[in-house]
């Protein structure tokens, strides 16, 4: 039990940084609610008072015990007042700096954590573990101590009253205590469980949202309804258990307000009928109790939220621990020499186990054009995720202008490179947003240079709104092959010395592909390209081509030289044209 509390503690106890800077409010708080607490039993010792100056009818003291319980119960009401600000003011201030910090760690996290978790378990993390916390912060935290210490001033005046009594009633207390912890104990675990699966009916929720494309035509409606309900289910059992472990405990609260209460009429009433309790000592007794009773019901509860905070905490420290991406380096001035990049004997593994990747070498020279190319999952993709620093090589080394990728600083060596994907995202902002990305000094002709270059500048103006056309969430207003060209242009105004094109020209139509390639053959003109091609008809110009195959290099060599080997590329190559045999392409002219 110990153990649990210990923990509890030492998962709450995390929270506490995040309160330093409003120590002031977490003071005027806690000040305010020892106030309160001493109020209320100046009070009773006052009503005390009160009934005995009535019973003995001196009316002096009977009025100057009423006014000044007048002055008491204003006192009371002020005390209240700071107590409800105070906590409302350091725990919004709190969770807020927290939100603040579970984002700025979400977005520094590394994509290799963001590709195995759950975007949608991430959210109900921000979002109802937070509520959580904030719940209490503003009302349990410092809830407890309140009644922790109205408690221990009740049981001392209490004993000053009547010890006799006194000492009756404390007889049950132990027996409360150790039901209440033991209808407590479990509680931290169903509430991380709890936790969980609110994170799973929000994925669902997402996927269901992200997915809408798929799941209309392929009517996976009811099978998504089908896993909704399981989740669902599962939320409602945990849910239930949790509120049932909160039942036993409310069960709990009631026979710690009657019993009390029994004792006290039973034996107090004998103390009055044999002249051992004055009649105005019965009635603050009674009081007294009566807040006993109230701050022991209370407790359980405030300490059923501390188990239940216990369980948020760890399940947000669960991000929060995570290590976000590395943010050392250097920022090296880029030698005008030096390849754009190079390979060198790079091998690697998303698992430890299978090579994705085995022992992979190339350079691109500064200007020239490298295409790779590959059946599905031959490692493509994973190339380009070494580059931009998602993923950390395991053997040999990439260089970038001739230094150690590992040794850039990782913001400084993704300005070297302007990145397109083959999933395009675009933000639901304007067009000129999108393309601007984030830039802030720009002029509209960079934008237009971005566009035209990008081949997509006429289909903007086409449109009514022109540049400030909202593209609708993830770009659903638009094409595909506009959402594409839309990317590039972003990365064109980006402007990096590096241009990495995951294309995926496969799924458009013949006029948006030739739009594409035109492009790239006019940004290969500038910069140093490395591109993933999915048609090898964007792959003809480029000075490289590098054929994965499993992860190895198969071959490499130009168009021209690739064609004649008649290895790997030519089948490539003749499964594009697919159903051409090798004397009609040789007729056709489009292999030597
Ligand atoms: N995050 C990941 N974790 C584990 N395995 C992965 C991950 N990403 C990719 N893989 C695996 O690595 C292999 C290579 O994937 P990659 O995306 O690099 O292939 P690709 O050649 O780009 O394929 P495609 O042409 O279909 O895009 C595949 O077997 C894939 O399943």
């Known amino acids: 039990?110990?153990?649990?509390?210990?923990?509890?503690?030492?998962?709450?106890?995390?929270?506490?940084?995040?309160?330093?800077?409003?120590?002031?409010?977490?003071?005027?708080?806690?000040?305010?609610?020892v106030l309160n607490a001493v109020n209320d039993i100046y009070l009773v010792y006052l009503l005390n008072q009160l009934v005995d100056f009535s019973l003995t009818g001196d009316k002096d003291q009977l009025l100057k015990t009423i006014s000044l319980m007048g002055c008491f119960v204003v006192f009371g009401i002020?005390?209240?007042?700071?107590?409800?600000?105070?906590?409302?003011?350091?725990?919004?201030?709190?969770?807020?700096?927290?939100?603040?910090?579970?984002?700025?760690?979400?977005?520094?996290?590394?994509v290799s954590y963001l590709e195995t978790h759950h975007s949608g378990d991430l959210v109900s993390r921000m979002t109802n573990g937070m509520n959580s916390i904030h719940d209490f912060l503003k009302n349990d935290l410092v809830g407890i101590l309140f009644h922790?210490?109205?408690?221990?001033?009740?049981?001392?005046?209490?004993?000053?009253?009547?010890?006799?009594?006194?000492?009756y009633i404390m007889i049950i207390l132990p027996i409360m205590f150790i039901l209440t912890n033991i209808v407590n104990r479990p509680l931290i675990k169903y509430s991380s469980k709890l936790q969980q699966s609110i994170?799973?009916?929000?994925?669902?929720?997402?996927?269901?949202?992200?997915?809408?494309?798929?799941?209309?035509?392929?009517?996976?409606?009811?099978?998504?309804?089908?896993k909704f309900d399981a989740v669902l289910h599962r939320l409602f059992t945990d849910s239930l258990a949790v509120e049932k472990k909160k039942a036993m405990t409310g069960a709990v609260n009631v026979l710690a307000k009657t019993w009390p209460f029994l004792i006290f009429f039973l034996i107090g009433g004998y103390f009055v009928i044999y002249g051992d309790f004055t009649a105005g000592g019965l009635v603050a007794f009674a009081q007294l109790i009566n807040f006993l009773v109230q701050s022991l019901g209370a407790l359980p509860g405030h300490i059923n939220k501390f188990s239940i905070a216990a369980g948020v905490t760890d399940h947000l420290y669960e991000v929060l621990d995570e290590p976000t991406e590395r943010t050392n380096g250097s920022d090296y001035t880029i030698s005008k020499t030096?390849?754009?990049?190079?390979?060198?004997?790079?091998?690697?593994?998303?698992?430890?186990?299978?090579?994705?990747?085995?022992?992979?070498?190339?350079?691109?020279?500064?200007?020239?054009?490298?295409?790779?190319?590959?059946?599905?999952?031959?490692g493509k993709s994973t190339i380009f995720k070494l580059l931009t620093g998602f993923y950390e090589v395991q053997e040999g080394d990439i260089k970038l202008f001739d230094h150690s990728l590992s040794s850039w600083k990782l913001s400084s060596s993704r300005k070297l490179m302007s990145f397109v994907s083959q999933e395009t995202f675009l933000f639901p902002n304007s067009i000129e947003e999108n393309i601007a990305c984030g830039k802030t000094d720009y002029s509209m002709d960079e934008v237009y240079r971005a566009a035209k270059i990008a081949n997509i500048d006429q289909a903007i103006e086409s449109m009514p709104d022109g540049y400030q056309t909202l593209v609708g969430e993830r770009g659903g207003?638009?094409?595909?092959g506009q959402k594409q060209r839309i990317s590039i242009a972003r990365a064109i105004m980006n402007n990096a010395p590096i241009f990495l094109l995951d294309e995926a020209t496969s799924a458009l139509d013949t006029e948006s592909e030739a739009l594409i390639q035109e492009s790239i053959h006019k940004i290969s003109l500038e910069k140093s390209v490395l591109i993933i091609a999915h048609r090898l008809s964007t792959v003809v110009e480029a000075d490289e081509i590098i054929v994965l195959d499993k992860g190895k290099i198969a071959e490499r060599g130009n168009h021209k030289q690739l064609l004649e080997k008649k290895g790997a590329y030519f089948q490539l190559f003749k499964k594009e044209l697919l159903g051409e045999d090798d004397d009609l392409l040789q007729l056709r002219g489009e292999v030597p």
């Open 148 to 167: 922790f210490i109205r408690l221990i001033l009740c049981v001392i005046v209490m004993l000053f009253l009547n010890w006799q009594l006194t000492l």
């Open 199 to 226: 994170a799973a009916t929000y994925s669902i929720v997402q996927d269901t949202l992200n997915g809408i494309h798929v799941i209309r035509p392929y009517n996976l409606i009811r099978a998504i309804e089908k």
């Open 1 to 33: 039990m110990r153990e649990l509390r210990k923990s509890s503690y030492a998962s709450v106890r995390r929270l506490f940084p995040y309160l330093k800077p409003y120590r002031f409010w977490v003071m005027v708080r806690l000040l305010s609610t």
């Open 477 to 480: 207003k638009l094409s595909g």
């Open 338 to 378: 030096a390849p754009a990049l190079e390979f060198r004997d790079v091998t690697f593994s998303y698992d430890g186990n299978t090579k994705i990747l085995d022992n992979i070498s190339f350079a691109l020279p500064q200007g020239k054009t490298i295409a790779i190319v590959g059946p599905s999952g031959s």
């Open 78 to 110: 002020i005390a209240n007042l700071l107590e409800s600000y105070s906590s409302g003011r350091f725990s919004a201030y709190t969770v807020r700096d927290m939100k603040d910090k579970l984002s700025d760690h979400m977005n520094r996290l590394p």
